[in-house]
C-alpha cells in the first residue's frame, strides 16, 4: 500500500505545482485558447510515443527472450552492457545523430524515442526470465515440456509482471522524452513547449507541459491496470517492490 | 520394468575430470519400489536424471520395458513418466488445478477431461478437491504443496515415478504422513517408482529393494530385510546404523512369529496385537521383564504368543543377500 499511496503523492505534488505555475501565468483561460493545438499535438503525442513504443516492445521482449536462451546465455552480459552504453548517450544527441541520416520530420523522433525505450524492456525480461525457480524449469522440463512450450506455459506467464513493469517504465519515461521531437520538427506537445519558452509565453509553454505531464500519469494508470488484468493472482504482487530502473 | 546396464557418467568440472556413475547395474520390476540410497554426491540423482534423459549418459544404456530408452523421442518419454522433486516445482501462476492437469494438456486431452482427472487426484492424495483445486501454490503449506506435486506426476496415469527426495523438505510429522498415504496409493496403483533417498528409515519403510550406492557404484542391493541381516561392510554398516535388529524388527509384524495358544490371559497383562510390529513386542518385553507376551485380535480374543526366543531365531537366520562387486 505504502508504496502506492508514495507514487500517487508525488503525481498530486507535481500537479499542484504545474496548476499553481498555471495561475501564475495568467490562469485557465491563458491555457485553453491553444484548446485546438493542445488537442492535435496529444494526438500527435501518444502516435509518436505508441510508434515508438510498439516495436521497442515488440524487439526489447524477443531480444530479451533470445539472450536468455541456453546458446546465446554467454553472450548476454555483454549485450546487456552494450545496450546500456547506447542508453547513456543523451536523446538529444542520438535525435540529432538519426536526423543527419533520416532528414527532419518523425522518423529521427521515432528512432530516439525507441532506442530510449528499448533498454528498461530488455533488461526487465532478461531479468524476469532469469529470476525463475530452477525447480519450476526442471520440472517443465521433466514433464516433457518442448522449449516452446516452456516459454509460453512457464516461462513468459511468470516473468510477467517483471516485464510489464520494464514495458511501463519505458513507455511512461518516453511520454517525457518525446517533446524533444520538436526539435527535429516530428510534432507532439514539445511545439507548444518550446515555443512557449522561446516566445516567453508562459501559458504556452504550460499548455504543452499540462498534458504532457497528464498523459504520462494517464499511460501509467492504464498500464498498472492493464498489467493486473494479465499478471495470474498467483504471483500478483500488490505492493510491487521490483526495481525500479 | 526398468533395467539400467552398465551405465556411466563422466565430466570435466575445473578442468578436473569427474566420474559422477561407475557402471552401475539395476534392475526394477513393474510395480515394485526400488529405493536409490546414499549421502549426497553419490550418483543417485544422476541416474535418475538419466532415465527421464534429463542428463545423457556416457556409456551404458537405460531399458524401459526393454527398449532401449535413447530410441524413444525425450519428449514422448518423459510424458510417460511421472516426475517429483523435493522443492516441488509447481508452477506459482496456475491454480492447483491447472497444476495437475498440465501433463494431460500437455497430451492434449479435452478440458472437461482434465478437470475430472485432477478433482480425482486431489481426492485421492487426501486433499479436498472444492477447497483446493483453485488455490494457488503459494497459499499452501509444504506438505499440501508435495502433495499436488505427486498428484501432478500421477496425472497421465504413467507406469513410472521418478521421485527425488521427494517428502525430504517435510517436517518429520507430514513426512511420515506422505509416506504413509503414499504406501497406501502405491498397494493400489502398482506404479514402477524409483525413488531417491538419504535417509534409511525412509528407505526401509518404502523400498521393496535398496540399491545403497557409494562414489558412483552400487554397493549394495537386495530387499530391506536383507541388507539389514547383512551389514557387514563397514560402509553399509555405518549408513544402516548400529540398532539394524531393531530396523529389522519394525517391519516384521507379531503374525509372522505366533506360537498357537488359546488359553485365556489375565485382563491386567500386557497384549499385542497381530498388526503390532516386532519392535513393540520387544519394547514391552524388556520393559515388563517377560519372556512371551499374549497376542489377541482387537475383541480381545486369543491368537497366540510372541515369544522373546521366536524373535531372536528371527534376527539369526539372515535370507540370503544379492551382493554386488
Not at chain 1, 511545439?191 to 504550460?206: K, N, T, V
Not at chain 2, 506459482?92 to 494438456?105: C, D, F, K, L, S
Not at chain 2, 485421492?124 to 505427486?150: K, N
Request: net charge neutral; with cysteine; glycine share 8%.
Amino acid at each position: 500500500m505504502s508504496a502506492r499511496f508514495v507514487r500517487y503523492s508525488i503525481v498530486g505534488a507535481a500537479l499542484g505545482i504545474l496548476c499553481a505555475a498555471a495561475i501564475l501565468s495568467g490562469g485557465a483561460a491563458a491555457i485553453l485558447q491553444y484548446k485546438s493545438e493542445i488537442v492535435h499535438l496529444s494526438r500527435q503525442h501518444v502516435l509518436l510515443v505508441l510508434y515508438s513504443g510498439g516495436p521497442a516492445i515488440v524487439v526489447g521482449v524477443l531480444l530479451g527472450i533470445a539472450l536468455t536462451r541456453r546458446s546465446l546465455r554467454r553472450i548476454c552480459e555483454p549485450a546487456m552492457q552494450l545496450l546500456s552504453i547506447l542508453t547513456a548517450i543523451p536523446t538529444l544527441a542520438i535525435i540529432a545523430i538519426a536526423m543527419m541520416a533520416l532528414g527532419v520530420g518523425k522518423a529521427p523522433a521515432l528512432v530516439a524515442l525507441f532506442l530510449h525505450a528499448l533498454l528498461p524492456i530488455v533488461r526487465n525480461t532478461v531479468e524476469g526470465l532469469r529470476q525463475l525457480p530452477p525447480a519450476e524449469l526442471e520440472c517443465a522440463r521433466g514433464m516433457g515440456m518442448t522449449p516452446s512450450q516452456t516459454l509460453l506455459l512457464v516461462e513468459l506467464p511468470e516473468a510477467l509482471p517483471i516485464i510489464a513493469q520494464g514495458i511501463r517504465v519505458a513507455l511512461v519515461i518516453n511520454v517525457g522524452v518525446a517533446p524533444l521531437a520538436f526539435l527535429v520538427g516530428g510534432g507532439g506537445l514539445g511545439d507548444l513547449i518550446f515555443s512557449g519558452i522561446d516566445l516567453f509565453q508562459p501559458a504556452m509553454m504550460l499548455a504543452g507541459a499540462i498534458p504532457t505531464a497528464a498523459l504520462a500519469v494517464a499511460l501509467d494508470f492504464l498500464l498498472s491496470r492493464l498489467t493486473r488484468l494479465l499478471v495470474s493472482p498467483g504471483i500478483r504482487n500488490d505492493d510491487a517492490t521490483v526495481a525500479q530502473l | 520394468m526398468i533395467q539400467i546396464e552398465k551405465l556411466s557418467k563422466e565430466f570435466v568440472q575445473d578442468g578436473r575430470h569427474m566420474v559422477a556413475l561407475d557402471g552401475i547395474d539395476l534392475e526394477v520390476p513393474h510395480g515394485e519400489v526400488c529405493v536409490l540410497l546414499g549421502p549426497s554426491g553419490c550418483g543417485k540423482t544422476t541416474t535418475l536424471k538419466i532415465i527421464n534423459r534429463l542428463v545423457t549418459p556416457s556409456g551404458g544404456r537405460v531399458l524401459v520395458d526393454g527398449q532401449d530408452a535413447s530410441t524413444f523421442d525425450a519428449i514422448e518419454l518423459r510424458r510417460k513418466i511421472g516426475y517429483v522433486i523435493q522443492q516441488v516445482g509447481l508452477f506459482a501462476h496456475m491454480t492447483v488445478e491447472e497444476n495437475i492437469g498440465i501433463v494431460p494438456r500437455l497430451l492434449g486431452w479435452p478440458v472437461e477431461r482434465r478437470r475430472q482427472r485432477a478433482l480425482e487426484l486431489l481426492a485421492m492424495v487426501g486433499l479436498d478437491p472444492g477447497h483446493y483445486a483453485g488455490r494457488y501454490p503459494r497459499e499452501l503449506s509444504g506438505g499440501q504443496a508435495q502433495r499436488i506435486g505427486v498428484a501432478r506426476a500421477l496425472a497421465a496415469d504413467p507406469p513410472i515415478l521418478l521421485m527425488d527426495e521427494p517428502f525430504g523438505a517435510l517436517d518429520p510429522i507430514s513426512r511420515e504422513a506422505l509416506q504413509d498415504e503414499f504406501l497406501a496409493m502405491q498397494l493400489r496403483l502398482k506404479k514402477t517408482i524409483i525413488f531417491v533417498s538419504h535417509d534409511i528409515d525412509e528407505a526401509l519403510k518404502m523400498a521393496d529393494r535398496i540399491a545403497i550406492f557409494k562414489l558412483g557404484r552400487i554397493v549394495r542391493h537386495g530387499t530391506p530385510d536383507a541388507l539389514l541381516a547383512d551389514a557387514s561392510d563397514p560402509f553399509i554398516e555405518s549408513f544402516i546404523g548400529r540398532d539394524r535388529a531393531l530396523k529389522r524388527l519394525r517391519r516384521r509384524r507379531c503374525a509372522e512369529v505366533l506360537e498357537p495358544c488359546s488359553r485365556s490371559f489375565p485382563r491386567s497383562a500386557p497384549r499385542l496385537t497381530p498388526h503390532d510390529d516386532l519392535r513393540t513386542a520387544l519394547s514391552i518385553m524388556v520393559e515388563g521383564n517377560f519372556d512371551a507376551l499374549p497376542c489377541c485380535n482387537a475383541d480381545g480374543s486369543p491368537v497366540g504368543m510372541v515369544r522373546l526366543a521366536e524373535i531372536r531365531n528371527l534376527l539369526g537366520g539372515s535370507p540370503p543377500l544379492e551382493a554386488v562387486s
